[in-house]
């Protein structure tokens, strides 16, 4: 791996950790409770993304299983959370 | 070995992409003032950050395994599938919660129908 791939890597895990670090306080300040699904929805795509470049990083394509894995447990989380807020009930 | 030096190019410029991408969706979702405007941010991660960041992935390992790997495309396909229905759940949420809440927020367009008996008020 060149020198200039390794520094990509690190800037850009580091630009996930500082968003994931906005979606962090988001979730945490979030005036009301459909902010905070927002957020745990957007801090679940930043992880699968991380995990796509990990896989880069560790040049392993196991990660990508995880990834997909993230996605799709994101969106059943984020949906069942939504279901819950409009209803009050997640499953009718 | 200047095929591989120009494949780590490109993967680095698609990754600095993303990664400046999902900094402005981030920075979108913490200071837009209101809800249905924060909606928007994520939207910015979900799709062309992930796009870039599996275009990166797919090159790199076509180039280290010298065949196409195009299996990274599933997590393309399940997100375009997956973010609009999370996005218009939540736009839902948001609207119910805000009305019940007494926003003053644009009527329903379905309102003519919801007031047919048989639905619930």
């Known amino acids: ?92 | 070995m200047t095929a591989n030096l120009w494949a780590e190019v490109v993967i680095a410029a698609l990754l600095l992409l993303s990664g400046g991408l999902v900094l402005l969706a981030a920075m979108g979702l913490w200071r837009l003032p209101d809800f249905f405007a924060r909606m928007h941010a994520p939207a910015l991660a979900s799709t062309l950050a992930a796009w870039s960041v599996t275009l990166a992935f797919i090159v790199y390992f076509s180039v280290r395994e010298g065949s196409l790997a195009l299996h990274a495309w599933l997590i393309i396909i399940v997100l375009a599938i997956t973010a609009p229905v999370t996005a218009m759940v939540l736009a839902r949420v948001g609207l119910f919660r805000q009305r019940r809440a007494g926003v003053a927020l644009p009527p329903p367009l379905s309102s003519p129908l919801s007031r047919s008996p048989d639905r619930r008020p």
Not at chain 1, 9 to 37: E, H, K, N
Not at chain 1, 48 to 59: C, D, G, K, S, T
């Open chain 1, 1 to 92: 791996m060149s020198p200039i791939l390794a520094v990509a890597i690190s800037v850009t895990l580091m630009l996930y950790a500082i968003a994931m670090v906005f979606g962090l306080m988001r979730l945490v300040r979030g005036p009301s409770a459909q902010d905070r699904v927002l957020a745990l929805d957007f801090m679940y795509v930043v992880g699968m993304l991380v995990m796509l470049v990990l896989a880069i990083r560790f040049e392993s394509s196991m990660y990508f299983e995880g990834a997909l894995l993230m996605v799709l447990f994101g969106f059943v989380g984020s949906v069942a959370m939504a279901k819950f807020l409009l209803r009050g009930e997640a499953i009718e």
